[in-house]
Each structure stands twice: as C-alpha cells, then as structure tokens.
C-alpha cells in the first residue's frame, strides 16, 4: 500500500521488540544498576573527606530514604514545568531560561564534586529533552507515536531523574546546593534543534545525541576522578546510557555505533563528543 505523502516517517521496528528491549532495560536498571548506584551514593559520602564533619545521618538511613524518595517516583525539579501527558502544549519553557549562572561547574566545587554538578547537569538536560518530547508527542506534533516508543521515552526519562538524584544527594551530603539547571553549554544547541524535530525520527535523534554526550562524558571522567567511590558511581551509570543509546539505534533502524559517512563501523565508544 503507498503511504499517504503527508504522514510523517517514524519508527521503524517492530513494537514487539522495542517492548522486550525496554523491559530489559527496565529490570537490568532495578536489579543491578540501582542497587550499584546508590552503594556508589553511598561510598562517596563515606570516603569524600569533607562528608565526614557535614553527615548528620547513618549511611543506612540515608540510602533508605533516597532509595525511598525515587520508588516512590519523585522526579527532580529542573524549572522545566510539567510536559508530561495531559499538560499545556502552549508553554514555552526553554532548558537555557532555567540557568542561574553562566559560571559551570558552581564556583566552590572542585574535584569529584565538581565532575557531580556536570554529570547531574546533562542528566537535567537528559530529563528536560524527554519531557519536551512526551510533550511534543501528546499535542500531535511527531506525527503516529507508537506505545512502545512513548513507553521507551518514560522509562529512560525515569531512570536519568535517579542518576541526577544520586548526584544530587551526594552533592547535599556534603553541604552543597543541588544541581537544578540544565548543562548550560549544551542547553543552546538542545533547544535550537528541538525547534526543528518534527518525526519521532528526528527525536529520536536528537535523543541519541544527547545520550552519546552522557555515555562518553561518563566514560572519560574516570581518569578525572579522584576516589574509588566516584568511579564505582559513574561506572554504574555510563552502562544504562549505553543501552539507551543501543535501543535508539534501533528505533532509527541503524547499526549501533559510531559509522562513517559511508557506514562502515568505527569506534564503539569514543569519547570525542565528551562534555
């Protein structure tokens, strides 16, 4: 049958499969990637030497109380308002508008600290794109959205809202602000190319994008950071990126992993694109 000129192109795998993906994704993240993260939360505020005059609660309760919060589905405040099902399409929030200072990392962070404030920031920035697109999607404006795909979107949505949390409590159990803004270098170039996605397609892309900055951000601060700890946290991060990455591959019907012009595959995970 020839497709109507006007209908707009969007994913091209099966749903079937994108669900199964997404499903392990899901149980990869709770059982394995979760319980590493937050011992990661953890072993920071344990061994970082300035925790150990700010800590006035166990490390127990701690983690039993973060742990708490993001069960419960508590999703970080990034100034962005709400752009999930059933909100206003006429708001016109912008991830740069939300940015207190253009001086990034916060001055008064250094070290691993200063690496937490950057990863939370571009999972703020992760959280806001996703957000945008349910938006996007729930107003009519990316033409069919599959449920496998919308349900995909939620899922990593959810889970860069915990990576950002476990920055953040990190950040907090050591007596510094949390990180509310998006990545400012990359806010400008993220909103500029939202304006122009029209297709889940280009969503999709442009989700990529912003997921390969994450994956290999995380892969190259490792030499930056300075305690096991800190490496044991991102180490349990840069993995669920890295599926993100390979499930939207899939729905862009590529070959994952970095290509040449002509296809040809390169690099699985450089890190050229770091932030």
Known sequence: MRKNKSEKPGFVGTESELVAMTNELDELHYDVGMPAMWEGVSNMIDNLESARTSRSTSRRSFLLGAGGAVAGGALLSVGLGPVLAGATTTQKTSPHAALTSSVFPPAGLKG???????????????VYAYKAGLSAATAGKLGTVPPAVATFVTTALSQHTQHAAAWNAVLAAHGKAKVTVVNPTLAPTVNSDFAKVTTVAELAKLALTLETIAAETYQAETSMLSSAAAIGLSSSIQPVEMQHIAILYY???????????????????PTNQAA
């Open 251 to 269: 729905v862009l019907g590529e070959y994952p992993g970095t290509q040449s012009a002509s296809g040809t595959p390169l690099a699985f995970s």
């Open 112 to 126: 691993d600290l200063a690496v937490a404030a950057v990863a939370a920031s571009l999972e703020n920035l992760a």
